[in-house]
């Protein structure tokens, strides 16, 4: 009976999770093929937040590697799978494993060891992705890897994928009109690291100090829009809890 109640914990919290869940904004663009789609990153985070709140967690227990070749995995080739096991943890102690896989596919700028581990952000994603039924955007939205698949068509009707809504303000430096397009993905990680390790702290005014004087460093590596755009959000409600916490006003 005692088990019994702990998996009616863990199931009834995974469908209050599953209530919560949204379909999420399209924040990354694939350029070569010009379609939206929802970044990994993105689904991570908005999924943890999720689990979170419902007393779940989820986490990676062990993960192989199986070699073996495929060919035209999403237009390129496989050299093989990464097979992983998470487990979905209940605050109760209740856990259940869950087991999938991803095909690891390298190629050019992207080895064996980068791409063994992209596949494994990316199924990181998938797996939230079907452990909290997170829906579609719409008709639109493609995979979110982002993957350049040869095959992709865009939809005749309509080729062009609406426009995000986006941000106005990283604060009152960033604006977002006039951010130029370029490269800069990794720089970027480094600051969404810094932004929520600012925003762990417990709120002061050297922590606020800080968060003000990242703005003009950001605009000045010019990023590409889809990348400031999730630098923004990650960055605009750490602020305002900072500034509200310490009585500052927006």
Not at 24 to 47: G, P, V, W
Not at 211 to 216: A, D, H, T
């Amino acid at each position: 009976m005692e088990t019994t109640e702990r998996q009616s914990k863990l199931a009834i919290a995974l469908v209050e999770a599953q209530k919560k869940t949204r379909a999420l904004a399209k924040d990354a663009e694939n350029r070569h093929h010009r379609y939206y789609y929802t970044s990994s990153e993105y689904m991570i985070e908005a999924c943890r937040a999720t689990l979170s709140q419902c007393g779940l967690s989820l986490s990676l227990e062990e993960w192989t590697f199986e070699p073996g070749e495929a060919k035209g995995v999403g237009g390129k080739d496989a050299i093989g799978r990464v097979q992983l096991t998470y487990c979905l943890l209940h605050t109760s102690g209740e856990s259940r494993p869950i087991r999938t896989s991803t095909f690891v596919c390298p190629e050019k700028g992207r080895p064996p060891d980068k791409a063994e581990f992209a596949a494994m952000t990316e199924n990181l994603a998938y797996t939230l992705r079907s452990v909290l039924l997170v829906p579609r955007n719409d008709d639109l939205a493609e995979d979110i890897s982002g993957r350049d698949d040869s095959d992709y068509e865009p939809r005749r009707s309509d080729p062009t994928p609406p426009r995000q809504s986006e941000p106005r303000r990283l604060d009152e430096v960033l604006d977002g009109d006039d951010i130029p397009d370029s490269s800069g993905d990794q720089l970027a990680d480094e600051f969404i690291q810094e932004i929520r390790r600012l925003g762990e702290l417990e709120p002061s005014q050297e922590v606020l100090a800080k968060l003000e004087r990242l703005p003009p460093e950001i605009k000045g590596l010019n990023f590409a829009r889809p990348t400031y755009l999730r630098i923004v959000k990650i960055y605009n409600p750490i602020m305002k809890d900072v500034r509200e916490a310490l009585g500052v006003p927006a």
